[in-house]
């Protein structure tokens, strides 16, 4: 169709914000920061290159996601402990905060719950910002690297993938199969993850991750937390991903408790107030 006369008029139009987040509930900063402080380390795993690993966080606590021997991305799936369907929304996340986290922020879960799950209260990458390509850390764009999307593209059948990866941890934690765990795998939290999208093709890319041993991404638990963490086949995601060419290096996951009483009268979020009565 050709072009109306007015169409440079048209893209000049102002856009607006779909969600504007400064009517959200916010985040003690000052309360967590104070509580970190008395916090001491209750449990640690470590999530081997090319392969995934649950971990579990009492509400109150924090957890903190570290690069410990080279630069590597991880793949974090999150969800109420006590009610696997409440999960982490990452597209709802993404409507509210943006294309990728950073510290004050927080992951939100699925509905009819929508609350915070986790607040982000640590990022030494934060310094990265966005770059000249328009890329920047820890992003709610990408969905996971995946074997159905591998088959696809490639007609390739590789296992060690973040979906498979996390598949394969959430059934050795729930005691079941590969099949009845696959359906509680969702889009994730690309920690580390250095991405954005092009400016010509609109396409989602990834470039290098800026991490090094030492830097690391920590939360406060706003309810009781399953975590999942995949070390992604990809290493820093500088070239390919679902492959065994990129040099991959573990992920270690710590977990922290607060002295008692040092999160003073904090309590849990409750589940997202709407009545449910969808107009009926």
Known sequence: MQEPADAAARRAVEPVICYPNDTLPVPDMALYTAARHTAQKVDEVLVAPRDAACFKVAAGQFFRISSVEGPQVGDLNLWNANDLSERFYSGKTRALHGTHLTKGQRMWSSFPHLRPMATITADTLDWYGIDAFGGSVHDVIGTRCDPYTGNLLAG?????????????????????????????????????????????????????????????????????????????????????????????????????????????????????????????
């Open 156 to 280: 390739s059948h590789y296992h060690h993938c973040c979906h498979s990866n996390l598949t394969r941890a959430v059934a050795d934690e729930l005691g079941v199969s590969l099949k009845q765990a696959e359906p509680h795998v969702h889009d994730v939290l690309n920690v580390f993850m250095c991405t954005g999208f092009t400016r010509d093709t609109g396409q989602y890319f990834m470039k290098a991750s800026p991490v090094r041993p030492g830097d690391h991404l920590e939360f406060f638990a706003e309810i009781d937390l399953l975590g999942a963490l995949s070390a992604c086949p990809g290493g820093d995601c500088s070239s390919e991903h679902s492959s065994d060419s990129a040099a991959c290096y573990p992920l270690l996951v710590e977990v922290f408790q607060p002295e008692p009483n040092a999160l003073g009268g904090w309590v849990s979020p409750p589940a997202n107030g709407y009545n449910r009565s969808h107009g009926r």
